[in-house]
Every structure is written in C-alpha cells, then in structure tokens.
C-alpha cells in the first residue's frame, strides 16, 4: 500500500507543471550562469559574504553592537541556510529514482522495490553533501551557532563560497584541475626536497651556537621560504655545509617555480580555445535575435548568405572539418553535435524570443527525420523548415513535426524571399546513427498498472506523443504483430516495441504509468 502511495504521488509531482517550473526556477536561479537574475544574486551573495568578513575583522579589536553581531549571526546565516537548503533540493530528483526504479522493476517483471529506490536516492543526495562546495556552504553556516564563539572562525570560509560566484575565479580554478596530476607531482617533489633540506639543515646549523637555526620547526620554516624564492633573509645558515644545503635548495626553488609557471601557461594555452567557446556562447546567449542552421552543406552555405543579410546566423555542425570550414567562410559556427540535448543545454538560448527560425539543412532527410523529432520534445509549437533529399520520405518529415519542407533547388531563393524578418521559434536536434544518443528503441512490458487504464493500440495515442508503435509481442499468442491496427486489444505481459526520441519515450511512458486524467 505504501509503495503503491509512494509511486502515485511521485508520477503526480513529476508531472505537475508548477512543481517543474518551481524547480527550474531555482535551478536558474542557483547555477545557470546565463538567466538573467542570476548575476544579481551573485552579486547580493557577493556583498553578504565581504560585509560578514568586515564585521569578523572589526570585532578583533574593537566593540561591534548588537545589531551588526545579529545580523552576522543569524541574518546571515540563515540565508545561506536556506540556499544550502535549496541547492541540496535540486542536487538530484527523489521522484524519478522512485520512478525510474519502478519502471525498471516492471521491464524485469519483479515486484517495485522501493528500498533500491531509497538507496539510490541516499547515495545521490550524500554525493551532494560531501562535495568540496557543499562542505563549504555547511561550514560557512556554522556561526549561526554562535554561544561556540570558536565556530564563529567559521565565517572565514564564507570567503571560499566567492568560488560559487565570481564566474572568473572558476575559469581560473577549471584550468589548474585540468593538471592536477602535474601539480601533484611537482607538489609532491617539491615536499621531499622542504623534508630532506629540512633535516639537513638543522644537522648542520643547530649545534652551532651561532647559527639562528635551533630547532627543526625553524629549519622548516628556512626550506619552505628558500624554496619558495621569497628569501626573507631573517634566518640564514652561518657554516660551510649549511650554505651548501641552501645552494640546492634555491636551484630546487628555482626549477620549482619554472615548472609552475610552465604549469599554468600550458593549462591556459590548451583551454583557451574553450574559453574562447565559452566566450562565443556568452555571446550568442545574449543577442536578440538569429536564425540557427543545422549541418554545413552546400545548401548551408548559400543560406546562410541569403540570411545574413538581413539578420544573424549560428551553424551548428558535428563534424569539425565542416565547422572550421564554416568560420572560415564568415560565419558563427559551434563544433556542436545538432543531435544531442547537451549542445543546446550548453547553448543557454530562449527559444522563444532569440531565435527566429530553424533550418535542417542536414545531407540525410533520416537525420532531418530525427532533428524534428528532437525539436519537438523542447517545445510542441515551434516553427521547423527543413530541406527534402527524397520526395518519399515527405510524410515522415511531417509527422515528425517539420512546418515546412523545400526541395533543394528552391529552397535558397523561398527562404530569402519568404522567411527572412519572419517571427518564429526554434530549437533544433537531429540523431540516428550507431553513435548517436537522441533516439532509442525500447521495449516496454504491459503490467496490471496499464491495463487498467489502456485497452487497445487506439487508446495509448502514440500519435499525439511522436512515438512510433513498431509492434506487439502477444505473450499468450507467442507471436509478434508488425504494425498493429488501432483495435488490436494489449493484456497484461505483452510487449510494445516503440522508436523515437528518448525524451518523447519517457513522456509516453509516464503518461501510461500516471493514466488516464
């Protein structure tokens, strides 16, 4: 009764459009860099964390009043509280582990298993807890417990939480974690050298009375400062053997801190055609308004010439040979693959008010077939025109979705003449190769859940979600069914095999789990 319970409520809030819009809304406003009130949460975390440290160092020796001490405190405090609170909700989702457990669950023909579904959600929220910025979200909480006048040290490392804010700090930080294993090694040669240089020093100089070195923490402190070429000069070795330590030391120090730089100059070099990505995308993410094309052909070409006269143009090619070719002929164009929902995560556009229409100008109409089908698991209604290789595959790009369908010779002179200015969305997303992600086949096993609610082929609507019904297995029949007609009737253990793209998968497969409204 319970699981049963449990499941019902996680089908409602998975599909409840105001819990999803909440989410997303957080999300954004949490770790989307490019939604718009994004920055001015930066900033306001920003300013919180710089007043709570001027308080911290005020108080050191001089009287800070009651006000400022409750707003450190508790106002403070609870702020970040309620943004931990926030980023530990939307670190994972607990409804679909519960779901996706479930539906696996069914496809093997076992009984739910909620405490598998428990312990995948524990292990993710856990992942979230332990990372190095959750940790250091929790600790800058700690002064709210302020009677632990030590815990109030904590605040100290509000200072690390301007990692989670300053967009140029976390570029500088990607870049050095790129090398990480480099600066490991250099850390760990240049530990061995500060120990034995240590020893050896202390050796030396510590039964010399003259010799400022008389223990070996001040033996430690010479390696690290030698090393490190700051040379303060405050303790120095006074005999023979100890300056002949100090000699390698320094050319240790030196060739240390070469490497370093060496370091930091080739990790910058090799990411900075990723800056410069990240850059472009900035870009594109803030203009107004553009046309986007998928796939570089001929075709493209001339397309992208006839529109860039009046309006601007984004290419997005998969093969890198194609998009070079396409910056070199003038154009704004992303190694991206059009088939895969990360590139236009990663794009960070508004469908609905940047761009203004979207081109499939792909050499396949089966890739078109699938960029369409794609588009339309982000938005039903936005505006697709997209190029016909074969008149026989017509009716396959409409049925994926595609507004309008040219043939190649007239599609550059239609477009200039009947599209440019025109005010429409898009999004765009093409799959089906061997290596490509965007569609899938599954099988999906009818269980009691589904059959209470779905009896015939008609009654599923594959139509209205996109999902083509290849066929039924009929388990009491052992026999399977290509292309069932709308009244063949579906019993508990038979199996729809069904192609299209994941999400619209997913789609159809709560709906049959949710039922009928």
Known sequence: MLKSILLDTAYKINTSKSYIKTKLFFYNFLENGNYKYKKIFDFFMI??????VFILIREVKSEVNDELLFYNN????????????????????????????????????????????????????????????????????????????LLRLFILFRVFKLFRYAKSIQVFTSVIASKKFEFLTLLTFAAIVIFISSVLIYVMEANNPASPINTLFEALYWSIVTISTVGYGDITPITDAGRVVAIFVIIAGIAVFSFTTSLIVTAFTQKLDEIKETKFIDDIANKKEFYLICGYENISKEVAKKLTQNSEVIILEEDAQKALQAKKDGFFALNYDPGSIDSYKNLRINLQTQVKAILCLSHSDVENVYTALTVRSFNKDVFILSILKTKANKNKLLFAGVNELFYEKELVGMI????VGKPVA????????????????????????????????????????????LGIYKKSEKNFYFNPTYDTSIEIGDYLLLIGNIQFIKDFTDNLYKGKQ
């Open 74 to 149: 508790y106002i403070v405090s609870t702020i970040f509280l309620i943004e931990y609170l926030f980023r530990f909700w939307i670190s994972s989702s607990v409804t679909e582990a519960i779901i996706k457990q479930s539906q696996r669950d069914v496809m093997l023909g076992n009984e739910f298993n909620l405490s598998l579904a428990l312990r995948d959600i524990f292990f993710k929220k856990l992942r979230y807890i332990i990372s190095i910025k959750a940790l250091i979200d929790l600790l800058a909480i700690l002064p709210f417990f302020h009677s632990l006048r």
């Open 416 to 419: 200039a003449k009947e599209f």
């Open 426 to 469: 898009f999004e765009a997303i093409h799959a089906l190769r061997s290596n490509y992600n965007g569609i899938d086949m599954q099988e999906l096993l009818i269980n009691k859940r589904i059959i209470d609610n779905f009896k015939t082929v008609k009654d599923l609507e594959c139509h209205k979600h996109r999902i083509i019904l």
């Open 47 to 52: 300013a919180i964390i710089f007043s709570s």
